[in-house]
């Protein structure tokens, strides 16, 4: 545990941004038990009211708790994202392993599908789906990881075409390893650091993804919240009650920031050349 | 002269060996074809060093890599203790792997850069049946090739170019391999460490009964590792015989070119020292 704290503080970026991150997720978790008000309790007697004391981040047209909207929120949004990068990024190892090693008309047939699925107009899609009314947040999961997984494939299948031509693959099948324990003990450890960077970087892309949905009306339904949903709930008029898009929109802003950051660190500390002289 | 040319089991044999590598062409070049190694026999017995000496790309570590199995041949055989390796299947090649050995010429490469040595070695270790600890085994085998136990945690970037290449060697070492395929061991050391590693090297091959097949380009190394010599040229043998013979009577001019190139070399190496 000293190390890793050690590590994280020794990279400028990856400090910056676990510190904002941790700062998001306990905010997200802890807040709502804190919290005296429900993210859905409606209070019409006190609907638009500016940030004060008793509602630090103003309420919304129904009365409710933009703080306590924003901490429940953050739950929504950060978990879509995290379970959606999840799955896109198994199914990218998987399928870029596959392709690499099989290789022939295997490899030929996945990177084709690759093609087709990067070609495919992944936000259109997702709303077309959803605005045909079948919207849940299992369902946004699921699309956001079937039109993801492909990015981590090609990465994977690429680095794994070169890790495995390197003499230290060589020596390790000379040795006699048996082929699962060098994919996995020599070759995907040469590989993780490149996949942990893009799924960090991934997980930014589908909080804005995820927003962007919800913000259209599409994603997270209310009386439910995500920071994509409350954010759109301020459009009405913009100026007037400015609290509720500009702080849902800050968390958007600081998150998609702190995983960029957490991203470059990971890039220099997993690196053996960097862990080395922490 | 070598020690340990009396022993009469063949280790590696290899007959009328072919490879060729085919390039596929692309949209502005045509198909082409390279005839890297042209009918090359040639046999190891036990605890012999036959050297392969010839300039880049002459095709000579096409041959090591082929004897690895790492490069079908075209055409030819291969037989390493009488079974010949491109016949196996996968469980048996792996099982006849350890047995054979390569410390390759680019040994920095030739590491896991994100493990320790004492893990490199200990992978090693693990395919074997052993009744020591891997730990003691570890530094046994490090001080077998001269260096220090203090070095096991460390990563090969923290390693000396003459560190990895023992690494290497000790790695090879802990299959208790019955031949290593030296590919230009020496190359990359000033004359000092070089001469350091052919003493090491010849003392490893008593102390474990090793056969080496040694690949360079420079006869200078190979005279004080080698009991028999074959210069090769284009993917063919040109020249061989015992290995004082051949340099002090060599009847082909491009061996005398590759005599006279080698004492160059040293006598640079001479300077720089």
Known sequence: ?278 | MQAGTTASKTLLQIQDLRIVYQQKNTFFTADQTVHAVNGVSFSIRQGESFAIVGRSGCGKTSIAMSALGFVKPSAGAISFMGENIWQLNRKDLRQLRPLIQPVFQDYGNSLNPRMTVNKIITEALRTQPNDRTQSDAVIQLLDSVGLDSGIRLRFPHQLSGGQKQRINIARALALNPKLLILDEPVSSQDLSAGVKLIELLNSLKQTYELSYLLISHNLSTVRLLSDRIAIMKDGVFIERGPAETLLQHPSDNYTKELIDASNLTNLSKTEQA
């Open chain 1, 1 to 278: 545990m000293k190390r890793i704290v050690n590590i994280i503080c020794s990279d400028k970026s990856l400090y910056a941004g676990s510190i904002l991150i941790g700062i998001i997720i306990i905010f997200s978790l802890t807040g709502p038990l804190l919290s005296p008000y429900n993210y859905s309790s409606q209070n019409l007697s006190e609907a638009l009211q500016s940030p004060s004391i008793s509602h630090p981040l103003g309420t919304d047209y129904y009365g409710r708790d933009v703080l306590a909207r924003i901490m429940h929120g953050g739950q929504i949004t950060l978990g879509i994202a995290l379970l959606a990068t999840t799955i896109a990024v198994l199914t990218g190892i998987i399928i870029g392993l596959i392709s690499a090693f099989v290789g022939g008309w295997l490899d030929r047939i996945l990177m084709r599908l690759v093609d087709i699925m990067l070609g495919f107009p992944k936000l259109f899609i997702i709303l077309l789906v959803i605005g045909m009314g079948y919207s849940s947040i299992g369902l946004i999961i699921l699309f956001l990881a079937i039109f993801s997984w492909m990015e981590i494939a090609r990465i994977v299948r690429s680095e794994v075409l070169v890790i495995r031509e390197q003499l230290y693959i060589k020596s390790a099948e000379a040795i006699g390893l048996r082929r699962r324990r060098i994919i996995f003990i020599h070759i995907l450890p040469n590989v993780m650091g490149t996949i942990i960077v893009s799924s960090v970087l991934l997980i930014s892309t589908l909080i804005l993804i995820e927003s962007s949905i919800s913000f259209l009306g599409l994603g997270v339904q209310p009386p439910n919240a995500s920071w994509g949903t409350i954010l759109t709930e301020g459009r009405i008029d913009p100026i007037g009650t400015w609290w509720i898009s500009v702080f849902s929109g800050i968390f958007i802003i600081a998150a998609i920031i702190g995983f960029n950051l957490i991203g470059d660190g990971l890039r220099n500390i997993l690196d053996p050349k960097f862990t080395e002289n922490t």
